[in-house]
């Protein structure tokens, strides 16, 4: 056993010895391996955080949303159904929500304007998200101008900039008075946008829904699973796109372990044939390119694993930067929640490290089988 | 002792350019023994040394080591006489690692990695502590007066020192034989008599010496105690030294 341990130790001694007398190739080597790494992984990273963000984002969720609908189309709500609903058996509570869209044409931004449940606002004030604040230069205390129904310019003052975790959801984000909201938008007394609805089980939520439905027949009600799915979707579709990243950089690893697995240089062959004439078994040979690629691609895969953590949870994705601004002009710059999958890295260790060690001992295990009496001639 | 009985070895048998190397030969090589085997090129020379040395099978005819060391042999002591030519490669790698130093016609050295570190090649795979046979290399390199140069790149060494280096680590396992191929081809008057009086050491360890050359440096020299004569692959004459 000892003796099997001092023969790997001694092979490895001997294959980081070979590694450095080829520096400059085995440095670049592991440089552009460490590069291709760092894109899987933050890839792997980057699309688990989002759907961990998009779980996080729907916890406070209600259970139930409830819409009135109108020739297909979302329609204002008339707050009097929530007190009918409420009385529906399994219903723990009603609230009715106001929330829209406001379109501002100098930053030609889109920002989501909502009346919040508790703590609002007084009326003449208001909070904004903070990538509303960065783009318009609005901070605590200026005074904010929207643009009403009637084209007039209505002056709130910002009293808090929102923070900036979550940011993914709150970056777009005015959150105004109930007064100020209607008044803005000329949005009916005694209509919501919509009602939530809570239930004491969640399993009663089906039968709750059929119930609305059949006492309400033009409302809509939208369960919170699925929300969860279309946030999913939505996150998957962010995801889609790196996953075309995520394609690219599997395809430069695989032309790049194809590369190396195509052969040897005459100067490797020439040192495995004096390797077998001086005594070395064919296994040998095999062992020691098998550390030669195990230690390059175990040291690209941590530093490759290591660089992507502090990528996409340090320093918020920033080469995915485009990927997550598809669809505004509010930029989020938010730092996603730490996490380390065990599976994850388990399947990124068999993309990486196996595959280019597999390709190290191929084209060896060729040149290692050939007769020893080689090198003499 | 070494026996080679009727060894005949081919090569792309049963193709229209079959060549034949080495042709029906028969040798006793005792222990101990100082041999040259000497001949023009292509007479098969070293063929011959690849085939004492396990490192090619023969076509036909058997090679039978008695009294070396045969390891992972099961049921065999070292005494024993061992038929070598129908071994597999694992038991014949571990034959040529424990019994057999080669000395190589340009030396072959790894370049890049240190003298020492070529010194101690042979011995990686062996399963030897590494502070054992690293100490036994650095006595070696002693020996041959190159310790200062244990950290030197092998590539910048002056052909005497090469020359040295390729004998060292020919001696690193402790071999009972030492097989050297055209020694002295790359090396001047002087260094080939330093080359044939430091192989004479050897013999006088009771190592046996082989080697294979035709240089007439080696095999007119004294030191020899028999000098094969080849030609065509096939012997042509012994000559025996007193």
């Not at chain 1, 779980?55 to 819409?67: E, H, N, T």
């Not at chain 1, 003449?124 to 990538?131: D, N, R, V």
């Not at chain 2, 039978?64 to 038991?91: K, W």
């Not at chain 2, 052909?159 to 002295?184: C, F, H, M, S, Y």
Request: neutral net charge.
């Amino acid at each position: 056993m000892s003796g099997l341990l001092a023969r790997h130790r001694n092979i490895i001694d001997f294959a980081l010895s070979s590694l450095l007398r080829r520096k400059a190739k085995n440095i670049s080597l592991l440089a552009v391996y460490t590069l291709i790494v760092i894109i899987i992984a933050s890839c792997m990273l980057f699309i688990n955080a989002l759907k961990q963000e998009a779980a996080a984002v729907l916890k406070d969720a209600p259970d139930m949303v409830v819409q009135k609908m109108v020739a297909g189309r979302h329609d204002l709500m008339p707050v009097s159904r929530g007190e009918v609903i409420g009385g529906i058996t399994g219903v723990r509570g009603v609230t009715a929500r106001l929330w829209g869209y406001y379109y501002d044409a100098v930053t030609r931004a889109n920002y989501t304007l909502t009346v919040s449940d508790g703590g609002q606002p007084a009326p003449g004030s208001i909070y904004i998200g903070s990538a509303i604040a960065r783009l318009t230069g609005f901070s605590q205390g200026d005074l904010m101008p929207l643009r009403t129904y009637k084209g007039e310019s209505k002056l709130l003052q910002v009293v808090r900039v929102l923070p900036a975790e979550a940011e993914i959801v709150s970056a777009d984000l005015i959150v105004l008075s109930e007064k100020d909201f209607r008044e803005l938008f000329n949005f009916p007394a005694g209509f919501a946008t919509d009602l939530a609805v809570s239930a004491g089980n969640p399993l009663e939520l089906a039968t709750i829904a059929a119930k609305i439905v059949h006492q309400f027949p033009d409302t809509r009600p939208i369960m919170k699973s699925e929300m969860l799915r279309t946030y999913d979707s939505i996150f998957d579709w962010r995801g889609g796109m790196i996953v075309v990243m995520f394609a690219v950089a599997v395809l430069a690893f695989i032309i790049f372990a194809w590369d190396k697995a195509s052969g040897l240089s005459a100067e490797e062959r020439r040192e495995i044939g004096i390797l077998k004439s001086i005594g070395w078994e064919t296994a040998d040979v095999l062992l020691l390119k098998f550390w030669e690629g195990a230690i390059i691609s175990l040291t690209a895969f941590l530093c490759g694993a290591t660089v992507a953590y502090c990528h996409v949870f340090f320093f918020s994705a920033s080469l995915f930067e485009h990927a997550l601004k598809g669809w505004a002009v509010l930029y989020p710059q938010f730092r996603l929640a730490p996490s380390i999958n065990a599976y994850q890295l388990t399947i990124l260790f068999f993309l990486t490290v196996v595959p280019y060690t597999a390709a190290t001992i191929i084209p060896s295990w060729r040149s290692a089988t050939v007769d020893p009496d080689s090198s003499m001639r | 002792m070494i026996e080679l009985c009727a060894i005949t070895k081919s090569f792309a048998v049963g193709l229209p350019y079959q060549l034949t190397a080495v042709r029906d030969v028969s040798l006793v090589i005792e222990q101990g023994q100082f041999v040259v085997i000497k001949g023009p090129s292509g007479s098969g020379k070293t063929t011959l040394l690849t085939l004492i040395g396990c490192m090619a099978r023969p076509t036909s005819g058997r090679i039978m080591l008695r009294g070396l060391p045969h390891p992972g042999l099961p049921g065999s002591a070292d005494s024993a006489e061992v038929e070598i030519t129908s071994l597999p490669e694992r038991f014949l790698t571990a034959i040529r690692r424990a019994t057999f130093g080669f000395i190589f016609q340009h030396f072959n050295l790894v370049r890049g990695i240190t003298v020492l570190e070529n010194v101690m090649l042979p011995a990686y795979p062996t399963g030897e502590p590494y502070e054992l046979f690293r100490s036994r290399a650095l006595q070696l390199l002693e020996l041959f007066s190159i310790s200062r140069h244990a950290a030197t790149p092998v590539d910048r060494l002056s052909g005497g020192e090469t020359q040295r280096v390729a004998i060292a680590r020919a001696l690193i396992n402790n071999p009972k034989v030492i097989i050297a191929d055209e020694p002295t081809a790359h090396l001047d008057s002087g260094l080939s008599s330093e080359f044939m009086e430091i192989l004479s050491t050897f013999q006088a360890q009771g190592k046996t010496v082989l080697i294979a050359s035709h240089d007439p440096l080696v095999y007119e020299s004294s030191i020899p105690d028999m000098v094969v004569q080849m030609r065509d692959g096939a012997i042509t004459g012994i000559t025996r030294q007193q």
